[in-house]
């Protein structure tokens, strides 16, 4: 555990007259004051404040470079949030398929739509109850909770509230829906945590990777969807985990070496999103709109996300932005 810092923290609040003037002082060509101020409050100066930063001049101060506009910070900004939403939509498809892909292979492989409650599938037991206790806890919140709207022609109980209600024994809901009720984190290490390496090897076949490949990547996947969800900045953060770079011909990668300065960077994590799609969404056009979306970025994007220059023309996307 790093030590806490030393100093006093006494920065006052800034209104957003004084924010504004903040950023002409550090050099941000302002056109419209009022329009500035608009995004400020809608957005927030210091979700804002981290897109000025590529503009930034080297040195103290946080001093711009000249003919920085407002504009080329908020293009910045809507970028990234365009990014954001592309990556979680191939995360949904993921993380939905590796739900799917647990749930079947363990509850049919062992013939128990409850396997999850029984210790021996899991390497470490107190891991394992403590999965049991957030699916028993998620149960208790529901039952406490207002119950779901009436059942009609278009509005129907969750499938959850209708074992609760219906079901008095087993206790705890069957795989099919232990999986929905939990975060990617907690899915991630029930996967990770499971006994037998047969079955980790199965579910991973069944998104196209290996095990020890899902393993690696869901943890990158937790944390990249983590800074989606709170609308965090993506483009060039760093991750601190980063995915695995497979060995295995049966997983698709890029047939050209990742640059050294890409490996941590967002870069790879695209590449493995866009490796699973192929065994989960083969159809799916997430390449091609990946393509649109970088094609008209400068190169300082590209940069801050580890994405070569000429990314496009290799195999691995070619044939798929084609």
């Not at 003037?21 to 804002?48: F, T």
């Not at 128990?112 to 470490?124: C, I, K, S, V």
């Not at 601190?240 to 990668?253: E, K, L, N, R």
Request: with cysteine; hydrophobic share 40%; charged share 25%.
């Amino acid at each position: 555990m790093r030590p806490r810092g030393s100093l006093v923290f006494d920065k006052p609040p800034l209104g957003l007259d004084e924010l504004v003037d903040r950023l002409l002082d550090r050099g941000l060509s302002v056109p419209d004051r009022a329009r500035a101020q608009r995004y400020l409050r809608h957005i927030g100066y210091y979700r804002l404040s981290p897109y000025t930063i590529p503009f930034q001049q080297d040195g103290p101060g946080h001093v711009l470079r000249e003919g920085t506009t407002f504009d080329d910070v908020l293009d910045l900004y809507v970028f990234d949030r365009a990014l954001r939403l592309m990556v979680l939509d191939a995360l949904e498809r993921v993380e939905v398929a590796v739900r799917a892909a647990l749930t079947d292979h363990m509850s049919t492989t062992y013939d128990d739509a409850h396997w999850y409650t029984d210790p021996a599938h899991f390497r470490d037991r107190g891991r394992h109850a403590g999965l049991v206790k957030i699916v028993r806890d998620t149960c208790v919140e529901r039952l406490r909770g207002t119950p779901d709207a009436g059942e009609d022609a278009l509005v129907h109980r969750s499938a959850l509230e209708h074992y609760l209600t219906t079901y008095g024994f087993p206790e705890l809901p069957p795989s099919w829906l232990m999986v929905e009720t939990l975060t990617i984190g907690q899915l991630t290490s029930a996967y990770r945590n499971l006994e037998r390496r047969a079955d980790r090897t199965a579910v991973a076949r069944s998104v196209g990777v290996t095990a020890p490949v899902l393993e690696s990547w869901m943890q990158t996947y937790v944390r990249v969807r983590n800074i989606c969800a709170h609308h965090g900045r993506l483009w060039n953060v760093g991750l601190g985990v980063y995915p695995a770079i497979p060995t295995s011909p049966s997983v698709p990668w890029l047939a050209g070496a990742l640059p050294e300065r890409s490996r941590k960077r967002l870069y790879p994590v695209l590449v493995t999103l866009q490796s699973i799609l192929d065994s989960v969404s083969p159809h799916s056009s997430w390449a091609r709109r990946l393509h649109g979306l970088l094609s008209a970025r400068p190169p300082m994007n590209l940069g801050g996300m580890g994405v070569p220059e000429e990314w496009a023309d290799d195999p691995f996307w070619s044939r798929r932005i084609s």
